[in-house]
């Protein structure tokens, strides 16, 4: 089993390789500290030295590609989230409103799928599980419920219009 003492000995190299790859000190340090971690919490490890290092130097690099994907999958949901945002902040308030009120208006079951699915972002299959019906079903009541919505949607806005228009 290697031993903390083993581990000390290669600390300089670990250091070093961790600088290399890092963008900052303090990652490295904070690499270098997580691979330990890991080291010191699995079984497995190698028990002779010379195996230890190159193990422990790919413990390294996996754990600084790990971290380089979540900063990458945070930075794209980030982004994601602003277009969103900055999308809701440039909507129509009053199409929003109208949705809603024609939303209240579409029977309890159409509601149900379009709030699993289009709102709550569920996929067909836990929707399915949620209403306890097929996957097909739940793929017609979400394709008959969006067009009920448009209809009673554009209906409102037809009427909204033939409205302004005799004004």
Known sequence: MASLT??????PEFRAYATAICASSD??????????ERALRTDNRPTVLDE????MFRVIRNLHYDELR???????????????SD??????TARDILIRMAFEKLPPDMRDVLCLVDIMGLKYAEAAVVMNVANGTV??????????????VEGSDTKAEKENSKR
């Open 6 to 11: 083993q581990i000390e000995v290669l600390l």
């Open 139 to 152: 793929m017609s009541r979400i394709s008959r419920a969006r067009k009920a919505l448009l209809a009673l």
């Open 70 to 84: 979540k900063r990458r999958v945070r930075r794209e949901y980030l982004a994601a989230e602003k277009r969103l």
């Open 52 to 55: 230890l290092r190159p193990w």
């Open 27 to 36: 990652d490295a340090e904070d690499l270098v500290q997580d691979a330990i």
């Open 87 to 92: 999308e809701a902040g440039t909507s129509d």
